[in-house]
């Protein structure tokens, strides 16, 4: 009886098994019959039927300008479908030949490379010429550079363009369906590009980048002080936002101010504040943090310029003097690099630009 009982067991746990094993297989079995279906589906006797290049404004606005700095972008935008065997316009919505599709000269067809550069990841820069409003937070890279919705016929994907060279190119599209090379630049029956012309970023005079205006201090006692300076740009009767800084001098840190001078101690009895360090704040936040001898101490800052903080002390510290010149790059809202020096002013315990 004992055995007859194990038999059952044995054959209930099999069959148990051989129905799970069936679930599985069949199940895979079904996957990759739809998968064939689908992949079938989507290579046979499809053509390419819209293929348009376009900016993201009315269809009559086919030429803008940008500086050519390597960072201004402008954002140039394909709308892309398909026919079916029956002329029916169905979309390309995962499709592998969407993988292949980008940007070219209109001309002679080539990628765009070298001094002209196709991104599919927008950057922090102004995309237009009227400039752009600073941000306190960093731009979130896109996952993918479709716009559209998956269950749109036309799909639309923006591609970013920017230029490091002075000069104009007119853009088209290319994608390759079923092993056929489609272009919009005349070839196959499409004609559609847009143009770009890219002139000489503008430079201003030393005069236009402000260092001053003290928007707070901190004094936890006399022998103690925090001021916050900011470092703007000014010109053509406004403000032109700073949006970022690099220099070798300094590692950047996206969450403290970075220290970029010590005058070692001092015994010049300067209200009595014989040490100062001049830190530099990151780009993004609504306020930064600065090591000091007290703590660490947080202050607010303005988006679209550059907080510079200097901490004197009557405390001494243990390291050696960092005095020289420093040398930065500071990006205006359109990207391009302006090179500045910060000098210290001992007598002052500041700084002044030069």
């Known amino acids: 009886m004992v055995c007859f009982s194990v038999a059952i067991t044995i054959c209930?746990?099999?069959?148990?098994?051989?129905?799970?094993?069936?679930?599985?297989?069949?199940?895979?079995?079904?996957l990759l019959f739809i998968f064939y279906q689908v992949k079938y589906m989507f290579e046979k006797d499809l053509s390419i039927q819209h293929f348009e290049v376009k900016f993201d404004s009315s269809a009559a606005d086919r030429r803008r300008t940008l500086y050519a700095n390597g960072r201004m972008q402008i954002r140039v935008l394909v709308?892309?479908?398909?026919?079916?065997?029956?002329?029916?316009?169905?979309?390309?919505?995962?499709?592998?030949?969407?993988?292949?599709?980008?940007?070219?000269s209109y001309n002679d067809g080539?990628?765009?490379?070298?001094?002209?550069?196709?991104?599919?990841?927008?950057?922090?820069?102004?995309?237009?010429m009227s400039g752009r409003e600073a941000s306190i937070t960093p731009l979130i890279p896109a996952s993918d550079n479709r716009i559209s919705d998956p269950?749109?016929?036309?799909?639309?994907?923006?591609?970013?363009?920017?230029s490091k060279r002075v000069g104009s190119l007119q853009i088209a599209a290319e994608l390759m369906l079923d092993g056929k090379?489609?272009?919009?630049?005349?070839?196959?029956?499409y004609d559609s590009s847009v143009s770009l012309d890219a002139v000489a970023p503008k430079r201003y005079p030393?005069?236009?980048?402000?260092?001053?205006?003290?928007?707070?201090?901190?004094?936890?006692?006399?022998?103690?002080?925090?001021?916050?300076?900011?470092?703007?740009?000014?010109?053509?009767?406004?403000v032109i936002h700073l949006l970022d800084?690099?220099?070798?001098?300094?590692?950047?840190?996206?969450?403290?101010?970075?220290?970029?001078?010590?005058?070692?101690?001092?015994?010049d009895g300067v209200n009595n504040l014989s040490t100062y360090f001049g830190f530099i704040a990151p780009v993004y936040g609504e306020s930064v943090t600065v090591k000091t001898h007290y703590g660490f101490r947080t202050l607010p800052q303005e988006a679209g310029r550059i907080s510079i903080f200097v901490y004197a002390s009557a405390e001494p510290a243990n390291k050696p003097a960092r005095t020289e010149t420093f040398e930065l790059k500071v990006f205006d809202e359109f990207g391009t690099d302006h090179r500045l020096r910060i000098n210290s002013n001992t007598a002052l315990r500041s700084f002044f630009i030069s």
Request: hydrophobic content about 35%.
């Open 206 to 238: 030393a005069a236009s980048f402000l260092f001053g205006g003290i928007r707070s201090v901190e004094q936890k006692s006399s022998y103690d002080r925090l001021e916050q300076f900011s470092l703007s740009l000014f010109s053509e009767g406004r």
């Open 79 to 104: 709308r892309v479908s398909a026919a079916d065997a029956q002329g029916n316009e169905v979309s390309l919505h995962g499709h592998p030949a969407l993988q292949t599709l980008k940007l070219i």
């Open 151 to 162: 269950s749109e016929t036309v799909q639309v994907f923006e591609f970013w363009v920017s």
């Open 110 to 128: 080539t990628p765009l490379e070298g001094n002209w550069i196709s991104s599919r990841q927008e950057n922090r820069y102004a995309h237009d």
């Open 181 to 189: 090379r489609y272009r919009s630049n005349g070839q196959n029956g």
């Open 245 to 267: 800084w690099s220099s070798d001098q300094v590692k950047y840190d996206p969450d403290y101010a970075g220290e970029f001078f010590y005058s070692g101690n001092l015994d």
């Open 12 to 30: 209930q746990s099999s069959l148990v098994y051989l129905v799970f094993w069936l679930c599985v297989n069949g199940a895979v079995l079904i």
